[in-house]
């Protein structure tokens, strides 16, 4: 760090401690620190020193209207930020330190996470060092805390999870399995006084086989439960204890000596890194951007579970809002949604139909084949090639034996489509386009009198995710015939609507927004070279409220520190963080499990011709999106401009969807970019 950062960061802990007044003095000194790379193809980063407009300052490196490198940022409350920025984003190496005196000396991931390895030191002398995911512990690390108790394991999820052990300050010890924060699994809890149960344990307690010893030898064999009906066993006494333990009651186990074995709660965190970003509002007369107004959800690693008095809470961390500066997320109602399909079982007509593709896309895609080139000759997309295979029921040299009757099995050539050419040399030149990708073209034909055939095609699942589709609209950007007409309450998660139906415009991040402009723009030319129109933008979402209520409470828990059991704490929907926890820098791609905000918008009541979007009302909803382009095999034909011929007399040519390529293609792309736009 230059001398002038040395200085500043000098100024700024002077400034701290007198913010601080009469509390508690900061248990930090700044240490010097690596600076940020700035990308050598950008300007120059500069020293600023700004105030911002809430009396919040900043100083450090700047670039393009916005932190970046290493800066110092101070809160008008005391707490103070100083290490790595990223585009006016708190990321990488950084120390973050409270009023109180709390101070997180670690790793920091886009958006003023906790999320890598480091440090927390509470007011009060607790502490945990270990591995964090979005403000949660979650891998291998040790927590200390204020009563002199201390734990070393695993954590998931902001829980003690996976093998760990916990020492209290009064000599109690238990080494086991965690989970949820319960002792689960095997374990084995030492008392102080000699006496210990090595067994299996079931949400914090003996549940199952186990055995209590006493530190006399003398030892109790059998099955435990909490429910004396369940409980039975052995006594064993030890030579020479004359029966000492004969009148014990296996309830006091329960009752007496687990009482001494609390796990002591959580310190409680005022408010987040991730959180203070909410209140960086903007600066001054220097028509710098406004920083990143972001809400926090479940996703973002707090469960969205109010106490009624404005504040968050999450395993006994109560996490209070941020002042009148984030906007309360209006009520949203969704339906439950209806099972889709119809199941089919034996005796139902299309069985053997069922049966027949099931076995014919198992031998498609796994038999044995000579590896074969992808980089395919003209030869591969002639429509005559095709390859016919008998499935007889006793089975055959190349098929295996099934309880269906005779049917034969066709393999076309990969496409035989006039396009397809083109479209394989585009999906090989970009890998993340958002249209349809298609894996096989079969034909099932049943034998007998029947003779009956049925084609199908394999593509992609836009939807295949283990977040559930909330709402799902089908995009062209013309008006005419393009709504549902159904009413708020009749609309289930699996309808789809359409563009007079749309009632929110989509907010991606920068970084998303600008790959998405750019792949749109290479999928329509490709799409309008082709001569295809009438394809649509399928937009799914998510919203991240909602996953909320999935969230599973265990129905026993672990006495905490005070005596009460822990009921008040909601956990983290497991596919939210699950995803994020497993593979945080991949979890997401162009229109797939893509991070979002939509804002709702409202029509003008009476709007000729009708508006297609409608004006943002500010309330925003963080959602997870996928979108893709479908419905890409209908050419410009003669049946085509027939329809456009014949509506064009009841309407405006230009709002039908049936146009040339070329007005479709721009009519698409005008639409798109003014329902996806980028968040600042």
């Known amino acids: 760090m230059n001398k002038e950062l040395t200085t500043l960061v000098k100024d700024w802990e002077t400034a701290v401690r007198k913010s601080a007044g009469p509390k508690k003095r900061l248990n930090i000194i700044f240490t010097p620190m690596s600076v940020a790379h700035v990308d050598d193809d950008n300007d120059v980063s500069q020293i600023v020193d700004k105030v911002l407009s809430n009396g919040d300052k900043y100083k450090g490196q700047w670039h393009e209207n916005s932190p970046h490198g290493h800066g110092k940022y101070l809160w008008n409350d005391g707490c103070m930020y100083v290490g790595e920025w990223n585009n006016g984003d708190i990321s990488g190496k950084g120390i973050f330190s409270w009023s109180s005196g709390a101070t997180y000396e670690g790793d920091f ?11 927390y030191i509470g007011p009060i002398g607790d502490a945990y060092k270990g591995c964090w995911v979005m403000d949660l512990r979650h891998g291998q690390g040790s927590q200390s805390y204020p009563n002199g108790d201390f734990y070393d394991g695993g954590w998931k999820k902001g829980l003690q999870s996976g093998h760990g052990s916990y020492q209290w300050k009064n000599g109690n010890h238990y080494i086991g399995q965690w989970r949820h924060g319960l002792f689960h699994g095997n374990g084995t809890m030492m008392w102080s006084n000699g006496n210990r149960f090595d067994g299996c344990w079931e949400q914090g307690l003996p549940k199952g086989n186990g055995t209590f010893r006493w530190g006399n030898g003398s030892f109790y064999v059998g099955v435990w439960s909490n429910d004396p009906k369940e ?14 333990h004969l009148e014990w009651d296996f309830q006091e186990l329960f009752s007496v000596d687990l009482n001494n074995c609390k796990v002591c709660p959580c310190e409680k965190v005022s408010i987040f890194p991730s959180q203070k970003m909410l209140n960086m509002l903007g600066l001054e007369n220097d028509g710098a951007r406004v920083m990143r107004h972001r809400k926090m959800s479940v996703d973002e690693g ?12 999450y395993d006994g961390l109560e996490i209070p809002q941020v002042g009148n500066s984030i906007p309360r997320v209006p009520h949203l109602i969704i339906n439950a949604p209806k099972k889709q399909g119809e199941t089919i079982s034996k005796g139902h007509k299309h069985y053997a139909l069922m049966l027949n593709l099931q076995l014919g896309i198992r031998h498609a895609v796994g038999r044995p084949a000579p590896s074969t080139s992808l980089d395919l000759k003209s030869s591969a997309f002639d429509p005559k090639e095709k390859v016919w295979t008998k499935f007889p029921p006793e089975g055959s040299k190349n098929t295996p034996p099934h309880p269906s009757c005779d049917f034969r099995w066709k393999d076309y050539c990969p496409v035989f489509l006039r396009m397809l050419p083109g479209y394989y040399k585009h999906v090989r030149a970009f890998e993340n386009t958002l249209v349809t990708k298609f894996y096989g073209l079969h034909c ?3 034998t007998g009198a029947s003779q009956k055939k049925v084609r199908f095609v394999i593509m992609e699942n836009l939807f295949c995710s283990k977040y559930p589709i909330h709402r799902r609209f089908d995009l062209k950007g013309s008006t005419f015939g393009r709504s549902t007409d159904k009413p708020e309450a009749e609309i289930e998660p699996t309808t ?17 927004f600008h790959e998405f402009c750019r792949q749109v723009d290479r999928d329509c030319d ?6 295809i129109m009438d394809y649509s933008m399928l937009v799914g979402l998510h919203f991240r409220e909602i996953s909320c209520s999935d969230n599973v409470t265990p129905d026993a828990r672990t006495p905490t520190g005070n005596g009460n059991f822990d009921d008040g704490a909601p956990r983290l929907s497991g596919v939210d963080v699950d995803d994020l926890i497993v593979d945080p820098s991949r979890w997401a791609k162009l229109g797939i499990n893509m991070p979002a905000r939509a804002e709702l918008t409202r029509r003008r009541s009476v709007c000729d011709p009708p508006q297609l979007v409608g004006e943002p009302t500010g309330e925003l909803y963080d959602i997870i999106i996928f979108f893709g382009i479908i419905d890409v095999l209908q050419n410009y034909d003669i049946s085509k401009k027939l329809e456009h011929a014949y509506k064009a007399f009841q309407c405006d040519p230009t709002s039908i969807s049936a146009v040339d390529p070329r007005l479709y293609s721009k009519r698409f792309r005008d639409f798109i970019f003014s329902v996806f736009v980028e968040d600042t």
């Open 109 to 119: 991931k886009s958006g003023g996470y906790m999320d890598g390895k480091g440090t």
């Open 444 to 446: 099932v034909r049943l």
């Open 496 to 512: 789809t609507l359409k563009d007079l139906d749309l009632n929110y415009i989509f907010r991606l991040r920068k970084s998303w």
């Open 302 to 313: 707090l469960s969205d579970y109010s106490s009624g008095d404005g504040s968050y809470s």
């Open 231 to 244: 409980q039975n066993g052995t006594y064993y006494p030890s030579s020479g204890s004359f029966g000492d």
């Open 526 to 531: 490709f799409l309008q070279q082709e001569r």
